[in-house]
């Protein structure tokens, strides 16, 4: 009888250790849980900041490629402008040459007596068209320049106020050029009426 009491209080204690070891494995898998639980709450706000910064490139992306398009067309704009330019400047040239050389064959060209009385204001005229060719060296200086300029600007330097500036600049030296072609026509104008038919 005390054998099997012995065999009672022994069983009894290998289910006790039993009990304890199942208790001690609920609360770690209790805290195993807790902790699987965290780690989703981290990943689902990880994943959060993760979306929100991928819709944040897309949007920098976005609008840089439509900067980068608009800065594209701009520089195209300028060069075509530029381009204008340059043929309206040559265009000019020779317009004025070729009045001056047909004003000079007109009134100079026809007796050497009246070249010789028309001296004093050839040498008027050729002051004014030298300075008129001066000028024209100085505009295709300005051109070459704002070619220069236009040919290194890299896109992401680019601004829309240096470009209307340069614009704006080049306007203001046809206009003057054009003031200047109306002047010499006029002094071959006064010329003409100054000298004997």
Not at 10 to 29: F, I, M, N, P
Not at 59 to 79: C, D, F, G, P, V
Not at 127 to 155: C, F, G, P, W, Y
């Amino acid at each position: 009888m005390l054998d099997k009491l012995r065999e009672a209080l022994q069983a009894k204690e290998s289910l006790d250790a039993v009990r304890a070891q199942l208790d001690a494995q609920a609360t770690q898998l209790k805290a195993c849980n807790e902790a699987i639980g965290m780690l989703t709450n981290e990943w689902a706000a990880a994943k959060g900041k993760h979306d929100a910064l991928a819709t944040s490139i897309t949007k920098i992306s976005t609008h840089w490629e439509e900067h980068a398009r608009a800065m594209n067309a701009a520089r195209k704009a300028l060069e075509t402008e530029l381009s204008k330019f340059v043929v309206l400047k040559h265009e000019l040239q020779t317009q004025v040459m070729d009045r001056f050389e047909n004003e000079l064959k007109n009134h100079f060209g026809k007796h050497s007596e009246e070249l010789r009385i028309a001296t004093d204001n050839y040498k008027q005229l050729k002051t004014d068209v030298e300075n008129a060719a001066r000028m024209l060296t100085s505009l295709h200086s300005s051109v070459e320049r704002l070619q220069s300029v236009a040919s290194t600007i890299r896109k992401e330097d680019f601004e829309m106020s240096k470009f209307a500036s340069q614009v704006f600049r080049a306007d203001k030296e046809k206009l003057e050029l054009m003031q200047k072609i109306d002047t010499m026509e006029r002094l071959v104008g006064a010329l003409r009426r100054k000298m004997p038919l």
